[in-house]
């Protein structure tokens, strides 16, 4: 059993289309899913729970830190578009091999497509048949979403799996990827072509806090968030030049890391005043570099566990709210004391052995063999073999 578990991240490990894996951008993902469990699990748990709590700053101090959640959001962002970014920065900057776009798009599909398809099915029905809604209620909810059209068309997300209205914006960005990517790493001059991002960025910004984009529908959609993939662009810039011979690390790093991210913690803000917001995109931008250039804090975010964790991200994403819905009605009873903090990290401790079981299983047998190129032709000959042995057995 030691054993299993000690093999256990190596079998978890992704598989890329270049057959490298970057372990800081999945213990980035696991920094990434982490504040989003978190968040949902607060929320879920105040709602249930039949408990009262001693008000008061503990309990404020711990509302107000779990509910931070969207910063793992826009670090999946940021992410996002680093990962895309790569290819067509190394194109244009390191003589890389051209991007065939059909074969850009259709990986998108057989990587992402099914996973989703299966979770918002499965969803869907189980929604129907507890009650909360008739099936005429619920199809045209459910290709609105299928089809990543649900924030456009309803102006909201989907109540079928309430977290995918990001993979919506994902998608959106998908789409405009390596039209941004022509534009924006043409330049060969580094000063220029990051200049260019940068000066993109803000322009970005003061057009969607001039237009109140993220106060409007439009926050859901990719007009109010275009600003955190290009930051991953700016990454992919400085990971194929200033760091393709290796990267220096220091100590002094780890500190920093830490520190950005509690300034994010506290800038962050629902009213979204264009300070905050400014300050909140460049301390995310330093925390990314910071955790590349950093000494401990690298090796905690690359050792195997955290990877792995990070690395099936997708699936926890996509699968972590109703699992919460549904586990949280079960402990909501359960009371250690009244203080919330004491309660919330005993909920948190119970629901994430479960939730990483769920999710481990999920992903081995949808999500990871979906991550192989050719994985359509190796479905149809394990069929078509499998197939074959039937009918030589009846034979």
């Not at 696991?30 to 503990?58: C, N």
């Not at 940021?78 to 990986?107: E, Q």
């Not at 534009?183 to 001039?210: C, D, E, N, T, Y």
């Not at 409007?216 to 194929?240: C, E, N, P, R, S």
Request: proline share 4%; net charge positive; aromatic share 20%.
């Amino acid at each position: 059993m030691l054993q299993f578990f000690k093999n256990l991240p190596e079998k978890l490990t992704r598989v890329t289309s270049g057959g490298k894996v970057i372990k800081e951008i999945d213990g980035l993902r696991f920094l990434a899913i982490f504040p989003v469990v978190v968040q949902h699990l607060s929320e879920r748990y105040e709602r249930y729970t039949a408990t009262h709590f001693t008000p008061g700053s503990e309990y404020a101090f711990t509302h107000f830190v779990t509910n931070r959640g969207f910063i793992g959001v826009y670090i999946f962002f940021v992410i996002s578009g680093f990962i895309l970014g790569l290819p067509f920065a190394s194109y244009s900057l390191n003589s890389g091999r051209k991007i065939d776009l059909k074969s850009y798009y259709w990986r998108r599909v057989t990587r992402l497509e099914p996973p989703y398809i299966i979770v918002m099915t499965i969803f869907a029905i189980a929604v129907v048949f507890m009650g909360f809604y008739t099936f005429r209620d619920i199809i045209p909810h459910y290709f609105a979403s299928i089809f990543y059209l649900h924030n456009i068309l309803y102006k909201g997300w989907t109540f079928i799996n309430p977290p995918v209205w990001t993979l919506e914006i994902e998608v959106q960005f998908y789409i405009l990827a390596p039209f941004l990517a022509l534009l924006l790493f043409k330049p060969k001059s580094p000063v220029v072509r990051r200049a260019l991002l940068i000066g993109f960025i803000a322009i970005l910004m003061l057009l969607q806090q001039h237009f109140r984009i993220l106060h409007q529908f439009t926050k859901l959609t990719i007009l109010g968030h275009l600003q955190f993939f290009l930051i991953g662009f700016i990454f992919a810039d400085l990971y194929l030049t200033e760091w393709k011979d290796g990267i220096k690390k220091h100590s002094i790093f780890n500190y920093i890391a830490i520190l950005s991210f509690v300034i994010m913690v506290m800038v962050w803000s629902w009213n979204h005043e264009l300070i905050n917001r400014i300050s909140f995109i460049v301390f995310l931008f330093v925390l990314f570099y910071s955790i590349f250039k950093s000494t401990w804090l690298n090796k905690f975010f690359t050792t195997p566990w955290i990877t792995a964790i990070g690395g099936m991200c997708y699936t926890i994403y996509l699968l972590h709210l109703p699992f919460i819905e549904f586990f949280v009605r079960v402990t909501k009873n359960i009371v250690v004391t009244h203080s919330f903090t004491v309660n919330f990290l005993f909920q948190l401790l119970l629901i994430i052995p479960f939730l990483l079981a769920i999710s481990i299983g999920f992903f081995l047998l949808v999500e990871k063999p979906c991550m192989y190129k050719d994985w359509p032709q190796r479905l149809k000959k394990n069929i078509l073999s499998r197939f074959a042995s039937v009918k030589q057995e009846e034979a």
